[in-house]
């Protein structure tokens, strides 16, 4: 089993959709989690952090279910502008385990 | 968050030859990160840059390959040596900042992108 495993790509949407993005974890001894927003071709960057059992920020809503191990994106209303590939990421003795991504698509 | 830069943002490379890539942050970190991304892929971990003393390199990096310099407390190099066409990625270095829960999240500067002839 992989560190981390997410929902294979590409989710295509219409705007406004509701999407949800899944991501497994097999350390049960992470303590955090990290969604990563990367843009065609730049850097990833910090979307949201999970420490808890989840964060909510404007129409972003990350969950954690320490049992299951699992970790989700939620994004509502979906607008052009979040088209990226999503990155679940934990950090684990130091470093950071990134899933390989999920490719999101919004369509007008 | 700190304000990272790399240079350069790309080359073109011919094989055989290397590489530097720096990596300058606005402020004073412990920690600094290389990271490659291939095409199509997530990021792997190369090594983690301790100012003062080697480099820590991940499994499947050696120090030959991918030598690096952390001088102080704002700045690294990753030289990636001997280039072969299977080098061409994007490498990116980051650095980890303490988030407001005390657990530290880590910030990438905007990438090199490598392309090996």
């Known amino acids: 089993r992989k560190e981390v495993e997410q929902d294979p790509g590409p989710f295509n949407v219409p705007e406004g959709a509701t999407v949800a993005f899944n991501c497994t974890y097999s350390n049960s001894a992470s303590q955090s989690f990290f969604w990563y927003r990367q843009d065609c071709r730049k850097e990833p960057k910090l979307l949201m952090s999970v420490y808890s059992s989840g964060n909510e920020d404007g129409r972003f809503t990350a969950q954690l279910n320490r049992a299951s191990q699992y970790i989700s994106l939620l994004i509502r209303d979906s607008k052009l502008s979040d088209s990226a590939t999503y990155l679940c990421?934990?950090?684990?003795?130091?470093?950071?385990?990134f899933g390989q991504g999920t490719e999101l698509s919004v369509k007008p | 968050s700190a304000v990272i830069s790399q240079k350069p943002s790309r080359d073109i490379c011919q094989r055989g030859t290397s590489l530097t890539i720096q990596c300058q942050v606005d402020s004073q970190v412990t920690m600094m990160f290389w990271y490659r991304q291939q095409p199509g892929q997530s990021l792997t971990l190369i090594a983690t840059a301790n100012q003062g003393s080697e480099a820590t390199y991940e499994s499947g990096f050696v120090i030959d390959k991918f030598p690096i310099s952390r001088p102080n407390l704002t700045f690294s190099t990753l030289t990636v040596s001997n280039m072969s066409p299977e080098d061409s990625s994007i490498y990116l270095c980051?650095?980890?900042?303490?988030?407001?829960?005390?657990?530290?999240?880590?910030?990438f500067g905007p990438g090199t992108r490598l392309t090996v002839l």
């Open positions: 990421v934990v950090p684990w003795r130091g470093k950071l385990i």
């Open positions: 980051s650095v980890e900042d303490r988030g407001r829960e005390a657990y530290n999240e880590q910030f």
